[in-house]
C-alpha cells in the first residue's frame, strides 16, 4: 500500500509518483474524520479520487476538469466552504468521471494499493460504525450526564464512562464476544440495558475483560477518525 511504498529501498519510478500523489492529497482524505453520513463520506471519497486522478491520470482528468470549470455552481461557490463539494459535485455530472476514476484504482492496484479496500474502504467502514456506535450511546450519555451533574463524585464520573464505553461497544460488531464476556462478568441482567440491575462493585476498570473492552473502543473510535 502507499503506506508501505515509503519503507521500499528500492521503490520504482511508479510508485515513487503514486506515493507522492497520495501524500499530496492526504489531507483530502483526512477530511473523512469531520463526516457525519455517508453521503458526506463519498463527497469526501470522490475529491479524494478526483485529486489523485489530477496527478496520476491527466488525460482523462482533463475530460472531468472541462466540466468543472464550465459548471456555474462551481464558479459561485469558489472560495466558500461549499467549494469542495460544488466541485465534487460537477465532476460527477461528467460523463468521464467514472472513467477517471476507474484509471486511478487501475494505476493504484499497479503499485499495491487497493483504493477500494485498503484504503477508502476501511476508513468509511470505521467512520460510519463509530458514527453508529455513539448514536447508539447517546441517550444513555444524556441519562449518566444528569445523574453526575446532580450529585457525582470523581468515582461516579469514572463510572459513568465506563458505563458509556460498554454502551459504545455493544455496538460495534467487532466487540461481540468481548461484551457478551463483560456482561457475563458483571452479572448483567440485561446486556443491551447496562444500568438495570447495575453492581458498581463488579464493574472494576483493573480487569482484563475490562481492558478487552477499553481498547477495543479505543481502536474503534481511532478507526473512526476521532
Known amino acids: 500500500g502507499a503506506v508501505g511504498m515509503a519503507a521500499m529501498t528500492n521503490p520504482t519510478e511508479d510508485e515513487i509518483i503514486f506515493s507522492n500523489a497520495f501524500n499530496k492529497n492526504r489531507t483530502t482524505l483526512a477530511g473523512f474524520a469531520s463526516c457525519i453520513s455517508e453521503e458526506e463520506l463519498h463527497i469526501v471519497r470522490d475529491g479524494f479520487f ?7 491520470c491527466p488525460s482523462e482528468y482533463d475530460f472531468v476538469k472541462v466540466d468543472i470549470i464550465t459548471n456555474f455552481g462551481v464558479g459561485a461557490a469558489v472560495g466558500t466552504e461549499n467549494g469542495f463539494r460544488r466541485t ?19 494505476k493504484a492496484l499497479l503499485v499495491g494499493t487497493d ?11 470505521g467512520r460510519l460504525e463509530w458514527l453508529a456506535a455513539v448514536a447508539n450511546a447517546h441517550q444513555l450519555k444524556v441519562t449518566l450526564r444528569a445523574a453526575v451533574e446532580n450529585d457525582g463524585t470523581a468515582g461516579d464520573v469514572s463510572d459513568a464512562m465506563m458505563v458509556w464505553m460498554y454502551a459504545c461497544a455493544l455496538n460495534l460488531p467487532s466487540l461481540k464476544e468481548t461484551v457478551e464476556a463483560w456482561a457475563t ?23 482484563e475483560e475490562w481492558k478487552a473492552i477499553d481498547l477495543g473502543v479505543q481502536d474503534a473510535a481511532e478507526m473512526g477518525g476521532v
Do not use: H, I, N
Open 115 to 125: 483504493l477500494e479496500k485498503d484504503v477508502w474502504g476501511r476508513l468509511e467502514k
Open 185 to 207: 462478568k458483571v452479572e448483567m441482567e440485561d446486556r443491551t440495558q447496562p444500568l438495570k440491575g447495575y453492581k458498581a462493585d463488579k464493574w472494576d476498570p483493573r480487569v
Open 50 to 56: 478526483l485529486g489523485l486522478g489530477a496527478d496520476l
Open 88 to 106: 465534487v459535485e460537477a465532476a460527477r455530472k461528467s460523463e468521464k468521471f467514472d472513467v477517471l476514476v476507474e484509471a486511478v484504482k487501475t
